[in-house]
C-alpha cells in the first residue's frame, strides 16, 4: 500500500517543523514523517527547514549563528500561533525520543546546501544509533555528496537524493549513489519514471503532493510513498481508494465464481 509521510508533520494544518506538527501527522495516521535538520553555533541538531529564522519563527538571521538557548527562545508557531499558541523549534534528539513511542518512519533532510554544516552526517547518525532507530529513518538531501558520506558512514540506513529537475533513469543514479529510494519533486516525477524506477527495485517518494488530481494519480499508479503537508486528507484519500478497489476485486470474483458454476 502506498505510505503516507506528513511533510514537515502536518505543515498545512499546524506549524511546520514543530512536535505539534508531527504529533497531528501521527494521530491522522501517516506512515511517516519529514522533517528538516541544521546545526546550531555550539554544533546542536534542530529542526527547521530555512537557513533563516525569519519566516517560520519571531526572530531573525540564521539558524547557524545562534546557539541552542537562543533558538528555543524564539516563537516557532508561525501564522498558526492564534490556533495552538507558541511552540518550541525541536532539537533531534526531541524528536527521536518521542519516536521511540511510537512506529513512525521517518525521512530527516539534511539542510546543507547553502551552508555545508560539517560534522552534521555524523550528529545525526549518532542520534539515530543511539535509539536503535536505523530501520525507520531515511536520510535525504539535495546534496547527493552528503547523503553518499551517510552511508558510507552507516551502510545499513536508507539514503534518498532529493531533486527537482527531470532525471534520465533515476534509478540508475539512485544505485550508483548506494540509495533504495529517489524523492523528486512531483513535477519531475511521470508516470512511465515512477513505474520504471518501483520495477527496478528503488522507491520512489515525490514531494510535496497536496493537489488531488496528483494524489489520485500516485495511488492509481502504485507509488511508494507520498509525501504530504496534509496527511490527514491524503490518508483518508488512500483507505477509500483501497477499500473502493479491493471492493471491485471482491465484487469481479465472485462474479467469476458464479459463472464457473452455471
Known amino acids: 500500500m502506498v505510505k503516507i509521510y506528513g511533510h514537515r508533520g502536518a505543515a498545512g494544518t499546524h506549524p511546520e517543523n514543530t512536535m505539534i506538527s508531527f504529533e497531528e501527522a501521527r494521530r491522522a495516521g501517516a506512515d511517516g514523517i519529514e522533517l528538516d535538520v541544521q546545526l546550531t553555533s555550539d554544533g546542536e541538531v534542530v529542526i527547521i527547514h530555512d537557513e533563516s529564522l525569519d519566516r517560520t519563527t519571531n526572530g531573525s538571521g540564521f ?46 533532510e539534511l539542510k546543507n546546501s547553502k551552508f555545508f554544516y560539517p560534522g552534521m552526517e555524523e550528529k545525526v547518525i549518532k542520534l539515530v544509533r543511539e535509539a536503535r532507530l536505523e530501520d525507520r529513518i531515511i536520510l535525504s538531501s539535495f546534496n547527493h555528496y552528503s547523503i553518499v558520506l551517510c552511508k558510507k558512514i552507516a551502510e545499513e540506513i536508507e539514503i534518498a537524493p532529493l531533486y527537482r529537475d527531470g532525471l534520465h533513469m533515476p534509478w540508475a543514479y539512485a544505485r550508483s549513489l548506494g540509495a533504495g529510494a529517489i524523492h523528486p519533486d512531483i513535477k519531475a516525477v511521470p508516470n512511465e519514471i515512477i513505474r520504471a524506477s518501483i520495477e527496478a527495485g528503488v522507491a520512489v517518494r515525490p514531494y510535496t503532493v497536496n493537489k488531488e488530481k496528483d494524489i489520485e494519480n500516485l495511488l492509481a499508479v502504485g507509488c511508494s510513498a507520498i509525501i504530504t503537508d496534509f496527511p490527514a486528507k491524503v490518508v483518508l484519500m488512500r483507505d477509500q481508494f483501497f477499500n473502493k478497489n479491493s471492493n471491485v476485486n471482491a465484487d469481479i470474483g465472485g462474479i467469476g465464481s458464479r459463472l464457473k458454476n452455471t
Not at 527562545?73 to 525520543?97: C, M, R, V, W
Request: hydrophobic share 35%; aromatic share 8%.
Open 63 to 108: 539558524v547557524k549563528d545562534k546557539c541552542l538557548k537562543e533558538l528555543q527562545k524564539f516563537d516557532a508557531s508561525n501564522k498558526f500561533s492564534h490556533l495552538y499558541g507558541e511552540t518550541e523549534i525541536p532539537t533531534l534528539q526531541e524528536l527521536i525520543d518521542w519516536l521511540r513511542g511510537n512506529s513512525l518512519l521517518c525521512n530527516i
